[in-house]
């Protein structure tokens, strides 16, 4: 038995998951392949996003206060205006806080979770 430890996927909460996970789908160009339960699951090239409705699901706040925890999904792109139209189009919506507006920019996906369209590619 192997003691590797390899990512999954990113689960993210939200109060439909049936809609962050058709949101997703689409701008990914992914696939939704489950969703039952207050659970989804999208299938992208770059990996698997799970959703998961829970109660009293509360939006995070972007930039977050001293001391709140918070995850955010980075997506490689070519081209930021083409792809910040294609991502308002499908219910992002720009923060307005942009720290490094050049290479990257920060949405909400429609619950709310900041998201961020990104040229850099360091690695």
Not at 29 to 47: L, Y
Not at 51 to 59: K, L, P
Not at 102 to 121: K, N, S
Request: glycine fraction near 8%; hydrophobic fraction near 40%; charge should be negative.
């Amino acid at each position: 038995m192997s003691d590797d430890i390899r990512l999954s996927s990113i689960t993210l909460n939200c109060a439909n998951a049936e809609a962050l996970a058709d949101f997703y789908a689409d701008i990914t160009g992914g696939k939704v392949t489950f969703c039952r339960g207050g659970w989804a699951t999208v299938a992208t090239a770059g990996g698997r996003i799970d959703i998961q409705a829970v109660e009293d699901y509360e939006r995070p706040q972007w930039p977050g206060s001293a001391g709140t925890s918070l995850l955010h999904l980075d997506f490689l792109v070519d081209d930021l205006a083409s792809t910040e139209q294609r991502v308002s189009q499908a219910g992002a919506v720009k923060f307005d806080f942009q720290p490094n507006a050049e290479h990257c920019l920060v949405f909400a996906d429609p619950a709310g979770h900041p998201f961020c369209l990104t040229t850099l590619d360091e690695f």
